[in-house]
């Protein structure tokens, strides 16, 4: 196959959605010969700062003169980002060649009723390909969970990170908060470390019982201390532990929290033998780069666009936002999930907001009517809000709206097209 047929296979395939479970993805791994087995892993639960922690962690390693494969999903940028090998994504020819021999092997498995789905698929593909590029360190993201997630087949690993544990995808993961940090540590290995930066009583004793009992050492991310920059720009210095006045390349204040939990998982690889420098960290930290996280696309006016998409991910969006500028009210641009906590979402971020375009995520069934969110927004909270269900007019309209600055979250799925107007189409 072609990079085009291998796009449509995917999507043909990708209509069967997520099915939580291992049992797909180990028999598609068997009939590959498990190339996850040549692999030496960093594997990442959580559910939000997982892609920052990993993006420090190869940045750090990078860094150091290591091969490092990462996998990252679902994309945000370009379809060929989930899979990346130092840093930049795998080719269109390599991604051909692997999806399409996990394709046979699939259609292999039909003939037992087997099928797994897309998130398996791609995952199958990215072992694949960072086992013949015999990369050094594999940097694996979890999709959804952790316990039954397709990227959960690792025997042993060399560090597992578990980021901040928040309600999110409840559906899949359980109502409360303990049964998604049970579902999170599931990732926790015998004998293995693990990092983890949750300070929420019940979530740190779940995962303390379950490296407790496979006997996993447990590091417990430590606080770090934010420095005074005195720029007028959004900037970032923080010190942890031995390393002082650090300088982040991600600027929400949340990302000290990330940066620490990479440190850590990179401490324990230099504890076990791996060359890694103290400047391959500071260096690493300071040029980290992962898009849609507190990002700045654009100067006058100031447009900035997050993740946020949960109530925890839009309390450390507010948080950042008085961070570096007070009580001062933004234009907000919002496109959200009609899956997601929407309530929750905005009664965490609207005091800060003057006026608010709400967008929908085009040809996504998961995304929430425009109209019913502006509707809550109004009610709710007593502001300005306008439904847009073009994408370009929406951008456009609050582009128009915005006195000074405006802040983009929501979903993560409209920043590609956010970025694009706005360097295509918006005239000042």
């Not at 009939?31 to 087995?37: G, M, R």
């Amino acid at each position: 196959m072609d990079y085009c047929d291998v796009q449509k296979y995917l999507d043909s395939v990708g209509r069967m959605g997520s099915v939580p479970g291992l049992t797909s993805i180990k028999a598609l791994l068997l009939e590959l010969k498990n190339p996850e087995k040549n692999l030496k892993i960093i594997h990442i639960a959580g559910t939000n700062g997982k892609g920052s922690t990993g993006a420090f962690i190869d940045k750090i390693l990078t860094n150091a003169g290591l091969t490092t494969g990462r996998y990252s999903s679902p994309a945000v940028m370009e379809p060929l980002e989930i899979i990346r090998i130092n840093g930049k994504n795998i080719g269109c020819e390599d991604f051909s060649e692997v999806v399409t021999e996990v394709k046979a092997a699939r259609e292999r498995l039909a003939e037992d009723n087997i099928y797994p789905t897309r998130f398996e698929v791609e995952t199958a593909s990215a072992f694949l390909f960072f086992s013949r590029k015999k990369v050094d360190v594999a940097i694996i993201e979890c999709g959804m969970g952790g316990l039954l997630d397709a990227t959960n087949v690792f025997e042993e690993v060399l560090c597992s990170v578990i980021t901040s544990i928040s309600m999110d995808h409840t559906d899949f993961l359980g109502d409360t908060l303990e049964k998604i940090a049970f579902n999170k540590a599931g990732i926790i290995k015998a004998h293995c470390p693990v990092v983890t930066c949750n300070r929420d009583e019940a979530v740190a004793k779940i995962i303390e019982q379950e490296a407790a009992l496979k006997k996993a050492p447990l590091i417990q991310v430590k606080d770090a201390v934010l420095s005074e920059t005195g720029s007028q720009e959004p900037e970032l210095i923080f010190s942890y532990e031995e390393y002082e006045n650090l300088k982040c390349g991600l600027k929400g204040i949340y990302q000290t929290v990330n940066a620490a939990a990479a440190i850590e998982a990179v401490k324990v690889l230099k504890n076990s033998g791996y060359d890694i420098s103290d400047d391959n960290i500071r260096d690493g930290i300071e040029n980290t780069y992962w898009p849609g996280r507190f990002e700045i696309i654009h100067n006058n006016p100031l447009v900035i666009t997050d993740g946020a998409h949960n109530p925890d991910g839009a309390r450390a969006l507010s948080e950042t936002l008085r961070y570096y500028f007070g009580n001062k009210k933004h234009t907000f641009l919002i496109g959200i999930f009609k899956d997601k906590d929407i309530y929750g979402i905005l009664d965490e971020i609207m005091d800060l907001a003057d006026n608010v375009i709400v967008i929908e995520t085009p040809g996504n069934i998961r995304a929430a009517d425009c109209e019913y969110v502006a509707s809550i927004i109004k009610e709710r909270y007593n502001i300005n809000a306008e439904p847009f269900k073009d994408v370009k007019d929406g951008v456009l309209r609050c582009l128009e709206l915005c006195t000074d600055s405006v802040v983009t979250f929501g979903s993560l799925s409209n920043i590609k097209r956010i970025k694009e107007i706005i360097k295509n189409d918006y005239r000042r």
